[in-house]
């Protein structure tokens, strides 16, 4: 679990910082915003998503199965309810979902679209998670290289459905929805991804191992490097389309009175951003499928959950980072990245690889 015990207000943020502690030094108020996780059933993902629920926010969790969710929920409610946190503690709901299945994905983010909070306001941040480590190469349920189909390619699918909510505006409800109802003025995408990625050479021509032999950890690290890809190109795109949106936003605000520049807010753009992170070394769930895989993990693992999800909660709530994307962080900075993930041309590459990839699911 987080540090739940001590209440000092860290004054820097680093490699012992723990996900409680970003919290505790922003204070961001967390009430009315919503956050999506995948995988957030164990490790990293479960530890953003106590330390975000004890902090105010409306949590929806990735899981999957409805009987792991809802026990996840009362674990955490427990967890929360036991915490030293002086906020209000949030709400937080099950999303089922096996990234290993497109079908899986499309009907796990219809559910969290009937949630009434993401029908009032969208999504105000979607962490994407969730992770696989295998030493064999296996296929997804459609056909793709493990690593890479749940890595990257379904946070990629997921993201591409989920856009339009971190891009919506809320209604400007009353009653007992209007704590979802104050203008959104961003939104944000998190990516974890891993060190891992510097250590790799990735082939986009052979994204699913056809022609390359199979090799340990390759699989995995190769997906690392396409999460850090897949982010600086979605911020990319996600800057064009805001700078746009917000040029013929100003230019018919211009015309409309004080009066009617107020109501003007809620159609306002939303600036959506994306950043990527390394969370660090940690024995996670991730390494549950052998045991030389958690042995090594164990040995290795200079972290604990509670610092591993420091940086994801960072890249989510931060202030000095509204408006900032293409960024990768660790231990809660900006961090350098291999110079193949800066690479515009790759980037491009793999987006547009991905997208003729998942066609047929977007239909």
Not at 89 to 113: A, H, I, N, R, T
Not at 243 to 257: C, I, V
Not at 288 to 314: E, H
Request: proline residues 4%; glycine residues 8%; negative net charge.
């Amino acid at each position: 679990m987080g540090n739940t015990t001590s209440t000092e207000v860290p004054q820097e943020l680093g490699a012992l910082s723990t996900a409680d502690d970003v919290c505790k030094k922003y204070s961001v108020p967390l009430s009315g915003k919503t956050l999506f996780i995948t995988g957030a059933t164990g490790g990293i993902g479960k530890e953003t998503a106590r330390a975000l629920l004890a902090f105010g926010g409306t949590v929806f969790i990735g899981c999957r199965s409805q009987e792991k969710g809802e026990a996840l929920i009362q674990e955490l409610k427990a967890t929360v309810e036991s915490s030293e946190s002086k906020s209000e503690p949030g709400e937080v709901y099950p999303v089922v979902m096996d990234l290993s299945s497109f079908e899986s994905v499309k009907q796990g983010v219809q559910q969290l679209k009937d949630y009434p909070q993401v029908k009032q306001r969208g999504l105000d941040c979607l962490i994407l998670n969730a992770g696989v480590f295998s030493w064999d190469r296996e296929l997804t349920k459609d056909g793709f290289e493990l690593h890479f189909g749940v890595n990257h390619l379904a946070h990629f699918y997921l993201t591409k459905l989920l856009l339009n909510e971190l891009k919506k505006q809320p209604a400007p409800q009353q009653g007992e929805s209007s704590r979802y109802n104050q203008p959104k003025e961003e939104a944000r995408v998190v990516v974890v991804s891993s060190r891992g990625h510097q250590r790799t050479e990735f082939d986009l021509d052979d994204l699913n191992f056809e022609k390359r032999p199979w090799h340990l950890k390759q699989g995995y690290d190769n997906s690392k490097a396409y999460n850090i890809l897949f982010s600086n190109y979605l911020n990319k795109l996600l800057e064009e389309e805001y700078r746009k949106e917000t040029e013929n936003f100003e230019t018919h605000s211009a015309q409309l009175s004080d009066e009617q520049k107020a109501q003007n807010a809620y159609l306002k753009p939303v600036q959506v951003t994306a950043n990527s992170l390394h969370p660090g070394v940690i024995k996670t769930d991730i390494t549950r499928s052998t045991l030389l895989g958690s042995l090594m993990f164990t040995i290795l693992a200079p972290k604990s959950i509670a610092q591993g999800a420091a940086t994801t909660v960072y890249a989510a709530i931060a202030p000095e980072l509204k408006g900032k994307g293409g960024l990768y962080f660790s231990d809660c900075a900006p961090s350098p990245t291999s110079e193949a993930v800066t690479l515009l041309s790759n980037q491009e590459k793999l987006w547009n690889l991905s997208e003729s990839m998942i066609q047929r699911w977007m239909e």
